[in-house]
Nanobody
């Protein structure tokens, strides 16, 4: 049974940092592009960042320069380092896995992803 388990969320003051982790099991992790999405209360789920099989990255404009996505294929884990956080970053953050034959693929479209985690809450106070 495929599982994606996020961790690392919490409450942080504006300007602070958090690192989210997403541990995958029961998949050949190195064959999946991985993505992070977020959903604020009353809003749709939005793309945050993605990383391809070969490590290419892609960011939403709203987080570019502040967030960094990375993957560790030995630990089957994808990370999201979040710096310079602001209240607008408050949301539930989800990781997702996209099996793909294209090593360059890193999609911002949630419909491309096959598996999802349960989410971790990030709250940024002003």
């Amino acid at each position: 049974q495929v599982q994606l388990v996020e961790s690392g969320g919490g409450l942080v003051q504006a300007g602070g940092s958090l690192r989210l982790s997403c541990a995958a099991s029961a998949i050949t992790f190195s064959r999946y592009a991985m993505g992070w999405f977020r959903q604020a209360p009353g809003k749709e789920r939005d793309f945050v960042a993605a990383i391809s099989v070969n490590g290419n990255t892609y960011y939403a404009d709203s987080v570019k320069g502040r967030f960094t996505i990375a993957r560790d294929n030995v630990k089957n884990t994808v990370y999201l380092q979040m710096d310079s956080l602001g209240p607008e970053d408050t949301a539930v953050y989800y990781c997702a896995a996209d099996i793909t034959l294209n090593v360059y693929t890193r999609s911002r479209d949630s419909r491309d992803y096959d598996y999802w985690g349960q989410g971790t809450q990030v709250t940024v106070s002003s």
